[in-house]
């Protein structure tokens, strides 16, 4: 017997709080994924290809280790003592961020399929404020990790920003597609525009996931009264 009860009910807290510790170490890939974005598109935008490719490279190596990391993660909760009810939360929570890391590669790719020459000047604008509005709620959903982990009761605030930040990104995301088809109208190749409109949409599916994995993060807290 240990602190507050039974010893199954002890090693069952332990387990959930280094479950929930190795949630944060691979979210801390994930913001480092979107932080290098950031500075890839930077780069990318302003014409720095040779830079920006070597950020591209380091987004994918970064990408690898993040499912690495899930993986270990879903590995470890098979031989753990934690209910499968909450097994299945982590389980979801972590491939809900990883799907994070999934789509800011697929934009990296996809970007470099446009020149940053032929992309006009107000597109590429409005690409750079998204992207900083994208690292923003990065940066939110990590405080709201370690507040959980942290037990300050600061979880519901921290995800209710994420998701504010999120429903930001989705206005500036229907202004930019509008300027984007307007440039469609009179782009030499369609490629240009194309793979910029999917780069778009990547960045705001990536916002998305970001969004839902808050969302679980709120959840593990309000039922554990840690909110």
Known sequence: MLGSGHIGFWLGQRSE???ISACEKHL??????VNKFKLFIDDYLGGDLEKAKALSSEIISLEREADKTKEGIINDLMGS????MDQDEIIRLVMTSDDIAA???SA????QYAHPNDIPDDVKFRIKELVGIL???AMSLMDTIQSLIKKDGGVVSKAEKTERLEEKIDDLRVDLIAKILVWGDRAEHVSDW???KEVVENIESASDRMEDTADLLRTIAILRNKG
């Open 81 to 84: 003592s934690l209910h499968p």
């Open 103 to 105: 789509h800011i590669k």
């Open 194 to 196: 194309l793979m910029i």
């Open 108 to 111: 990296t790719r996809k970007m």
């Open 17 to 19: 709080r280094e479950a």
């Open 135 to 137: 690292l923003e709620e």
């Open 28 to 33: 801390e890939k994930i913001f480092a994924i």
